[in-house]
């Protein structure tokens, strides 16, 4: 399967435990998205990569959360301190964007999420 | 700004009768927008697009929506409803600025379709 991988699928933790999410993107893509999902809701802008560049991040991204993309491959997004307020599902998306100033234009592909639940 | 008014929470239909999931969308910028289908622990899908084109945009699995920038709607359809239509829908817009960098996704809140056999 050549898709947008997720890893773990689900995760269960204790309130104030640190947890650490993967993501492998479709091989070829530059652009690499996180987007939180709480229950009954669309997904939510987290941050999003250019290559191995973090380019922007939303306010929801508070002091605990940190995404790094090292070698404009894989991400990894870490929650340190865990909150119930953080159970949601986190979802990665990646696209090729090819020609500055079409991103608009670019689908994103998505992967199947990670379900956490903090207790 | 950018956002998304999904109308109905809820849309229950028989199999082989038409569907209707309604959308209304407001953009600072020229608006992409996009229909996308979650199925249970499935990733999301992209069902179609509608980009500066055809207002009239045919999706995968014989969707359609239409784009009216007067009414600012982007209502997605389908003439017959499958059992396996059943899933959630998101309309997405996100703004398309020349020379910008993010083109953050903006989601609806969703819309659950229920299909009767």
């Known amino acids: 399967d050549t898709g947008v991988s997720q890893d773990p699928r689900h995760k269960i933790t204790k309130r104030g435990q640190n947890v650490t999410f993967r993501c492998d993107p479709i091989s070829e893509h530059n652009r690499l998205y996180w987007y939180r999902q709480t229950l009954g809701q669309g997904p939510e802008f987290l941050t999003y990569f250019q290559n191995e560049a973090q380019l922007e991040k939303s306010r929801l991204l508070s002091d605990r959360f940190s995404a790094e993309r090292p070698k404009g491959s894989f991400s990894t997004l870490e929650i340190q301190r865990t909150e119930q307020g953080d159970s949601a599902m986190y979802l990665c998306?990646?696209?090729?964007?090819?020609?500055?100033?079409?991103?608009?234009?670019?689908?994103?592909?998505f992967g199947p999420g990670t379900r956490l639940t903090v207790l | 700004a950018q956002s998304v008014t999904q109308l109905d929470s809820h849309v229950s239909v028989s199999e082989g009768t038409p569907v209707l999931l309604r959308c209304n969308y407001s953009s600072s910028y020229s608006p992409s927008l996009f229909w996308y289908v979650q199925h249970p622990n499935k990733g999301l899908q992209l069902l179609l697009k509608?980009?500066?084109?055809?207002?009239l945009v045919k999706g995968i699995n014989g969707f359609e929506a239409e784009f009216k920038k007067s009414e600012t709607s982007f209502h997605l359809t389908k003439p017959s409803a499958h059992m396996s239509d059943a899933a959630e829908y998101f309309c997405?817009?996100?703004?398309?600025?020349?020379?910008?960098?993010?083109?953050?996704?903006?989601f609806g809140t969703g819309t659950r379709l229920t299909v009767i056999p």
């Open positions: 997405v817009v996100t703004p398309v600025k020349l020379g910008s960098g993010a083109n953050n996704l903006f």
């Open positions: 998306a990646s696209s090729l964007e090819s020609r500055p100033g079409l991103a608009g234009l670019v689908e994103q592909f």
């Open positions: 509608y980009t500066s084109a055809a207002t």
